[in-house]
């Protein structure tokens, strides 16, 4: 279950809260690295339609992964 939202903000007050890990930044821009080298491959090998549908489905998916939802 994910974490109140008025907790994470009351812990920006609070100067003796740990901070938290981090959520995976790398594992999304190695994720993020490795689809856009393998759309990038395919418009090179001519599925130019294809490649281009991954990118922006991938962009799609990992902006709102970034975000939360």
């Not at 689809?35 to 922006?56: F, H, N, Q």
Request: hydrophobic letters at 50%.
């Amino acid at each position: 279950m994910s974490e109140d939202d008025f907790r994470r903000w009351e812990r920006e007050f609070d100067s003796g809260a740990p901070r938290e890990e981090p959520s995976g930044g790398r594992g999304m821009v190695l994720v993020a690295g490795l689809t856009a080298a393998g759309c990038a491959a395919m418009i090179a090998l001519g599925e130019v339609p294809l490649g281009t549908a991954g990118l922006v489905l991938s962009s799609i998916i990992l902006l709102l992964w970034r975000i939360g939802m």
